[in-house]
């Protein structure tokens, strides 16, 4: 029987993340694009709900909680050696250790809902967009990011690009993913993608200063060759 993820639990979580001060505000810096998507989204009101699935170590979620304190905040993770961790980290918002695939949050439905590369770890993602748009409310969007088989990483590195790993069994470039996300309900809001960090010299000085100042100004740019696909969407209105 195929696992509904790639996580192995046999081996020690990848996820696991430090915690200490430099590494806390270079994940804020990772964060911050995303966090301007759903403060622009929401109209600045003080009360919505959030669920972010697949959580990690849960630093998304603290940040959110420091940012939107009057937000429902929700968080799915499989892993639960990761449980513990996230609940370390969080004050208010409320974990589920849950797969991504077949997620079920009882009858809540959500303003915002947020998966960051998670779905590239899905056998079915398509089984994941379903539960979305069942738990999305009008208006609402579904904020994704995946790495990107179109980028330049990929297409530079080859074989050597970071992409490619066994637990990354849904890989796909960046206009497949938006004919993926069409056919499953969703209507495109805005799609980029980041820079250049799947290219080792990128992350290192003096050209990694190009990419960290992308980074820190834009965050992502509509263009189809970064590492990583950024996609923001509602879901579909069927016209009657």
């Not at 449980?83 to 980290?89: A, K, L, N």
């Not at 993913?177 to 309900?185: A, D, M, Q, R, T």
């Not at 965050?219 to 969407?233: C, R």
């Amino acid at each position: 029987m195929t696992e509904p993820v790639t996580v192995n639990l046999n081996i020690p979580s990848y996820y696991e993340e430090p915690d200490n001060g430099l590494y806390r505000f270079k994940r804020r810096l990772t964060f911050r694009k995303i966090i301007s998507i759903i403060r622009k989204s929401v109209k600045n009101r003080k009360t919505f709900s959030l669920l972010e699935i697949g959580c990690g170590s849960g630093y998304f979620l603290s940040f959110l909680e420091e940012m939107f304190p009057g937000a429902s905040l929700t968080g799915i993770e499989y892993d639960p050696r990761l449980i513990p961790v996230i609940r370390g980290r969080i004050k208010s918002a409320t974990v589920i250790n849950d797969n991504a695939e077949d997620f079920d949050p009882g009858n809540r439905m959500f303003d915002v809902i947020v998966s960051l590369q998670v779905i590239e770890h899905l056998h079915k993602p398509e089984s994941m967009l379903l539960r979305v748009h069942q738990h999305l409310l009008p208006g609402g969007i579904f904020i994704l990011t995946t790495p990107n088989l179109t980028g330049f990483g990929a297409g530079t590195m080859k074989a050597k690009w970071g992409g490619f790993r066994d637990d990354h069994v849904s890989l796909h470039g960046f206009s497949e993913w938006i004919s993926i996300l069409e056919k499953n309900g969703f209507t495109p809001v805005y799609c980029g993608s980041t820079f250049f960090s799947g290219i080792p010299l990128f992350n290192r000085l003096p050209l990694g200063m190009i990419n960290w100042m992308l980074l820190f100004f834009f965050g992502s740019w509509k263009w189809e060759h970064g590492e990583s696909f950024l996609g923001v969407f509602r879901k579909t209105v069927v016209q009657k």
